[in-house]
């Protein structure tokens, strides 16, 4: 449906290369986004082949380009993915090893849309994946008398000062090749001086957008990155009758995430609170074979489990037996696992560095300044304690967690969106 029915729907070029309802992460982000905003305007969706198998279930896609790879990229990214999976995956790396893979897409989308563009076939122009702010556009070019956004776009928080074991753990020291990238990559200044809007997906990226491009701040705006499906939105029920207080932490293992920092959280917990918790950990990773070590030299092998590798939508369930959840990652942008566990009501411990330190607020659950790993593990230790001995705390900030995910639902951030995209128009 329209904002206003009695308004023609924007024409709307939305360009999302990752867009698979399929698959986690970007990709489902992509497909979300997508989704919401074709419902309100009439979309010319173009992104990549990989997602057409996925995308042909979705009776409401019908109008899709996709853009295919040569069989040459095909070969190149097998072996650039080979290389950097080589014992854990070095992302860096693996981002600056696979930029040619994107822009063949990105010069393919120019190639064929370039002159619909500039005989102002579309409304606006609205490019939504890659997220991180490290990529060029190139129908930007064409954009003349069209407007064109760019966003959420998202990324670039840096590890805390305390925790530079765990940032090298995660090959940071290779971060300077995105900022060699801005300055080599031709068309990425381009981009984002050009760009009539910009939308960034936290707090930290908005300020380095402005930080770095200098361009006047209404022309870049906070909105969010992540949301969340109205099937998780389960509001919690009363607990009062259960034997234990669950715990719950969702996310890949390894060490950025913060699982170790958790269990040894759970290992200095009073006795008595030791006695009325269950922690699940669920995910899968490089350090869980560690974690499960750790886990039985402090003998907390009767309060903590390991599920594994769990298919997006089981999650639920996990959810919603759960009263808390903890998820202290150092360094998260878009944490779509907080927005999931607040929308089934949960208080959320988390630690302030990126975007999830932004949805979580003291009405929700705690947010812990990332200081030092002895520091973040002491607040994780009085947080549970005190949300596992404060029941009425503990369902204050459930209902307050559900309320607040309200607005992170996809079809209200589509809504805010196209409302975005008549303020752009009108200001043209």
Not at 206 to 214: A, E, H, P
Not at 294 to 309: E, H, S, V
């Amino acid at each position: 449906m329209n904002l206003n029915t009695d308004e023609k729907p924007l024409k709307v070029l939305l360009i999302i290369e990752q867009c698979n309802p399929d698959w986690a992460s970007v990709p489902l982000e992509g497909y979300n986004y997508y989704n919401g905003i074709n419902q309100l305007c009439d979309v010319t969706l173009v992104t990549h082949l990989r997602n057409k198998a996925a995308l042909d279930k979705d009776p409401e896609a019908k109008n899709v380009i996709y853009i295919g790879e040569s069989q040459l990229t095909k070969i190149y990214y097998r072996i650039a993915d080979t290389i950097t999976s080589i014992g854990k995956r070095n992302w860096p790396l693996y981002l600056t090893l696979t930029y040619p893979i994107y822009e063949e897409f990105n010069t393919q989308v120019y190639k064929k849309f370039k002159n619909r563009v500039l005989e102002n076939e579309y409304d606006l122009v609205h490019v939504i994946t890659p997220m991180m702010p490290r990529y060029p556009v190139k129908i930007v070019k064409a954009c003349q008398h069209t407007p064109f956004l760019l966003g959420p776009v998202n990324g670039g928080v840096p590890f805390p000062p305390g925790f530079q074991k765990v940032a090298i753990q995660e090959f940071s020291y290779l971060n300077f090749l995105r900022t060699i990238g801005r300055y080599l990559i031709p068309g990425y200044l381009e981009t984002y001086m050009k760009a009539n809007k910009i939308l960034a997906g936290s707090t930290y990226t908005l300020n380095w957008l402005k930080r770095t491009f200098k361009k006047p701040d209404n022309s870049i705006v906070l909105f969010y990155e992540n949301g969340i499906s109205k099937d998780f939105l389960n509001p919690k029920t009363s607990t009062k009758n259960n034997q234990y207080v669950n715990l719950l932490f969702v996310g890949r293992l390894v060490p950025y995430k913060g699982a170790d920092m958790l269990i040894e959280a759970i290992a200095n917990v009073s006795d008595t609170v030791k006695s009325k918790i269950k922690l699940a950990i669920v995910g899968d990773g490089s350090e869980k074979k560690q974690l499960e070590n750790k886990t039985k030299t402090l003998k907390l092998d009767n309060i903590i489990t390991f599920t594994g590798w769990v298919k997006q939508h089981e999650t639920l369930e996990y959810y919603k037996q759960a009263d808390v959840f903890c998820f202290p990652s150092i360094r998260e942008f878009g944490g779509a696992v907080v927005l999931e566990a607040m929308a089934c009501g949960l208080p959320c411990i988390v630690v302030d560095n990126g975007g999830i330190g932004e949805y979580v607020t003291e009405q929700t659950g705690f947010s812990i300044k990332p200081k030092s790993r002895k520091y973040v593990i002491q607040e994780l230790t009085q947080k549970i304690e005190l949300l596992v001995e404060n029941e009425p705390l503990r369902q204050e900030m459930s209902a307050r967690s559900y309320e607040r995910v309200q607005e992170f639902e996809w079809s209200n951030k589509a809504k805010k969106i196209v409302q975005a995209y008549h303020k752009l128009l009108n200001s043209q």
